[in-house]
T-cell receptor
Framework: DAKTTQPNSMESNEEEPVHLPCNHS???????IHWYRQLPSQGPEYVIHGLTSNVNNRMASLAIAEDRKSSTLILHRATLRDAAVYYCILLSGSARQLTFGSGTQLTVLP | DTAVSQTPKYLVTQMGNDKSIKCEQNLGHDTMYWYKQDSKKFLKIMFSYNNKELIINETVPNRFSPKSPDKAHLNLHINSLELGDSAVYFCASSRGVEGWAYEQYFGPGTRLTVT
């Protein structure tokens, strides 16, 4: 019942930018787009979130399509510590059946 | 200073038992959550709770019940444990009663094994 679609895996070279895509074609007007990442044996870690406008923080940037049906998480310079599973999820007050999707396993090559 | 903590980290128990997992957050957040991550790594929300409203994922069996003694704590009680309950359970919190508008902070997880 996940409402987002992400590639299963991606690779990046260290110190290069990474663009992680997410499709959410059934997004509603009240859904916030959240990104989290999870390292093995750890709890998910917040990365970034937004509603309509592009967002930047110290970890990443979030580019949201004009129709909001897709978004892209941008890591400007990948490091080995960025290797994790990245989850794109939609959150709103009606999130009564929220499931994170399978996420994208990001591998960062030295 | 741990922001969201859970105890125990590991819990091994037999079918039919009743167990609890505790969660505490020291962030002053208004909304807390419980998630279940199964063996395929899918992470599913079970409950979200603030001082006004408990939102229950309708797929969660009523053997699971959250209990909040105060704003900083949201414990998870599980009755009549079944093999399928084996998973990692994560507690999380966020500020605001509209928790979905804010970032969530997760605990380290509790690995529950039912034998």
């Amino acid at each position: 019942d996940a409402k987002t679609t992400q590639p299963n895996s991606m690779e990046s070279n260290e110190e290069e930018p990474v663009h992680l895509p997410c499709n959410h074609s059934t997004i509603s007007g009240t859904d916030y787009i959240h990104w989290y990442r999870q390292l093995p044996s750890q709890g998910p870690e917040y990365v970034i979130h937004g509603l309509t406008s592009n967002v930047n923080n110290r970890m990443a940037s979030l580019a949201i399509a004009e129709d909001r049906k897709s978004s892209t998480l941008i890591l400007h310079r990948a490091t080995l510590r960025d290797a994790a599973v990245y989850y794109c999820i939609l959150l709103s007050g009606s999130a009564r059946q929220l499931t994170f999707g399978s996420g994208t396993q990001l591998t960062v090559l030295p | 200073d741990t922001a969201v903590s859970q105890t125990p980290k590991y819990l091994v128990t037999q079918m039919g038992n009743d167990k609890s997992i505790k969660c505490e957050q020291n962030l002053g957040h208004d909304t807390m959550y419980w998630y279940k991550q199964d063996s395929k790594k899918f992470l599913k929300i079970m409950f979200s709770y603030n001082n006004k409203e408990l939102i229950i994922n309708e797929t969660v069996p009523n053997r699971f019940s959250p209990k909040s003694p105060d704003k900083a704590h949201l414990n998870l009680h599980i009755n009549s444990l079944e093999l399928g309950d084996s998973a990692v359970y994560f507690c999380a919190s966020s500020r605001g009663v509209e928790g979905w508008a804010y970032e969530q902070y997760f605990g380290p997880g509790t690995r529950l094994t039912v034998t």
